[in-house]
């Protein structure tokens, strides 16, 4: 989960919503807020709510305009820094604006080197063009679809695609193994590209095939992180309302990569393993669950890639199966590139 779901909380009360919520990691977005930037501070809660740092969001909020200093690169690289200090693997990261020219101008050289020298995966988030008149103009430099740019690794947000006017199973199969990271979330899908408000609904509250999306990549052994970035803000400040709609998108996101077996949920106060919510059911090392949070389940198990559609049959809270479709019933046309493989989807 990131820290921004729960945005303006405090960054340990994002680490709380999270274990209460059933998420197995949090992704943290880096802001003005020490709490974010701080490797001491996010240790800390990391060890007191028994969930790892997953990801490092570098800050690109208007409120973080001075979060790790002013120049782009120096930000960057800090966010990296800090990602390999937590033991965090990746960092997400958005393209340039067009009038930060020298950073924009180096941007796919500069991605590079600071993954090289730090070993974090930089992760180059899909943005959108800006409505101006009848106009859809891009503001990002060397553009706002990672596909389009020779980067390593890319990030798929579906609310971000939705605004663009883009399927997100399409933009997935255009970034193929670039893949490395999604932002789990929905969004109205534009017919005029920057005409939409960025909305990051809850998984199925919009258009998106967010299901077939993430049905594909548990059956094509996708290893990546899965990281919800929902905003709860339009709940209001009630906790419940916060935490209703967290556990739905965590249960979304269980149906449709796969579910925990109960029998085999660890006793009451029983240590265990916290697992990357990932298509390919990655573990972390084991941290021991805090005695007050009563966790609803944990988190979904491994694929069995033995199996070879069992991955994508997922059980809800009632003991009823479902089988995904792999491509919307309306999408007609063949897609082409698999995110794992490079075969066509069907």
């Known amino acids: 989960m990131s820290t921004s779901c729960v945005f303006p909380m405090s960054t340990d009360e994002a680490f709380r919503l999270a274990r209460l919520t059933g998420f197995d990691g949090v992704e943290v977005m880096v802001t003005a807020d020490r709490g974010t930037r ?82 974090v995966t930089l992760a180059v988030e899909n943005m959108f063009p800006l409505r101006v008149g009848p106009l859809g103009v891009d503001v990002h430099r060397p553009g706002h679809d990672p596909s389009g740019i020779d980067v390593d690794a890319a990030t798929l947000d579906f609310s971000h695609a939705a605004v663009a006017g883009r399927d997100a199973l399409d933009l997935a199969l255009a970034l193929g193994p670039r893949l490395r990271h999604v932002h789990l979330t929905d969004g109205l899908v534009s017919q005029r590209p920057g005409g939409l408000h960025d909305s990051h609904l809850v998984p199925g509250d919009g258009t998106q095939p967010v299901a077939e999306v993430l049905t594909h990549l548990a ?69 021991p669950r805090p005695a007050s949070m009563n966790r609803p389940q944990d988190t979904s198990t491994p694929i069995d890639e033995s199996r070879e559609c069992q991955s994508s049959v997922a059980s809800d809270a009632h003991g009823v199966t479902r089988q995904p479709m792999l491509t919307p019933i309306s999408t007609a046309t063949r897609r082409s590139g698999d995110p794992a493989t490079g075969s066509s989807a069907r």
Do not use: C, N
């Open 38 to 119: 701080r490797a001491d501070l996010l240790r800390a809660s990391s060890a007191r709510w028994g969930l790892p740092v997953l990801s490092v969001h570098a800050p690109v909020l208007p409120i973080a305009h001075f979060a790790f200093g002013r120049d782009q690169r120096d930000k960057l690289l800090r966010s990296a820094e800090l990602a390999a200090d937590l033991g965090a693997s990746t960092v997400v990261v958005h393209p340039p604006f067009l009038w930060q020219r020298r950073y924009s101008a180096g941007f796919v050289e500069t991605v590079r080197k600071i993954a090289g020298s730090t070993g």
């Open 219 to 287: 059956r094509s052994g996708w290893s990546g992180s899965i990281v919800a970035e929902v905003h709860t803000g339009t709940a209001g400040r009630a906790e419940e309302a916060r935490v209703e709609q967290l556990r739905r998108t965590v249960a979304f996101a269980r149906r449709h990569l796969g579910s925990a077996d109960p029998a085999s949920a660890p006793a009451p106060g029983q240590s265990t393993s916290t697992v990357a919510t990932t298509a390919s059911g990655t573990a972390t090392t084991a941290m």
